[in-house]
Antibody, heavy 119, light 108 residues
């Protein structure tokens, strides 16, 4: 079955970086893209950006431009999201989700990775 | 950015009730709208795409309607497994893709 499995929880200090991975299985990885969505504690969903697994081109939300980098390893069917210069308000659960194109719905989602930013 | 506004933010209902959740877009998004269900501590799950298309495996008690700026998600007969938070998402315009603020369906 189509599945996205993310890396484990992280605790980082303010100013540090975090890199979350998302391993895909059950489908042809390069036929789809991956979006990243985050959810702060008790809050709603916020789209961060998208990467085409085939071409590798990206589209980031303006809010994260300059701080986020999304990449893929097509040999291992893994997508990565790196967020730099972490602040306390970056504390959130980060989800990867499959999408057929940049402008699309998301299905399925990974299980989520909790990133805690604390000194 | 296209703003998505859901109402109500919280809804109390009983098993068997018909439940309607509304999502409004700040500008026309045609039918480029999806609905998700999220349970505590879990990832969102796709229910509806293209405003009214039911995702495979989703019970038929869920239905979506609307176009332009007004959309609804209807649960025809609320089941115990349906108590969760529901989000709409527009994919008409980017960046960014945007979500509604969520509607929590609670037990009455």
């Amino acid at each position: 079955q189509v599945q996205l499995v993310q890396s484990g929880a992280e605790v980082q200090k303010p100013g540090a970086s975090v890199k979350v991975s998302c391993k895909a299985s059950g489908y042809t990885f390069t036929n789809y893209g991956i979006s990243w969505v985050r959810q702060a504690p008790g809050q709603g969903l916020e789209w961060m950006g998208w990467i085409s697994a085939f071409v590798g081109n990206t589209n980031y939300a303006e809010k994260f431009q300059g701080r986020v980098t999304m990449t893929t390893d097509t040999s291992a069917n893994i997508a990565y999201m790196e967020l730099r210069s972490l602040r306390s308000d970056d504390t959130a659960v980060y989800y990867c989700a499959r999408s057929s194109a940049l402008i699309s719905w998301f299905d399925p989602w990974g299980q989520g990775t909790l990133v805690t930013v604390s000194s | 950015d296209i703003q998505m506004t859901q109402s109500p933010s919280t809804l109390s209902a009983s098993v068997g009730d018909r439940v309607i959740i509304t999502c409004r877009a700040s500008q026309s998004i045609s039918d480029w709208l999806a609905w998700y269900q999220q349970k505590p501590g879990k990832a969102p799950k796709l229910l509806i795409y293209k405003a009214s298309s039911l995702q495979i495996g989703v019970p038929s008690r869920f239905s979506g309607s609307g176009s332009g700026t007004e959309f609804t998600l209807t649960i025809s007969s609320l089941q115990p497994d349906d108590f969760a938070t529901y989000y709409c998402q527009q994919y008409s315009s980017y960046p960014p893709l945007t979500f509604g603020g969520g509607t929590k369906v609670e037990i009455k």
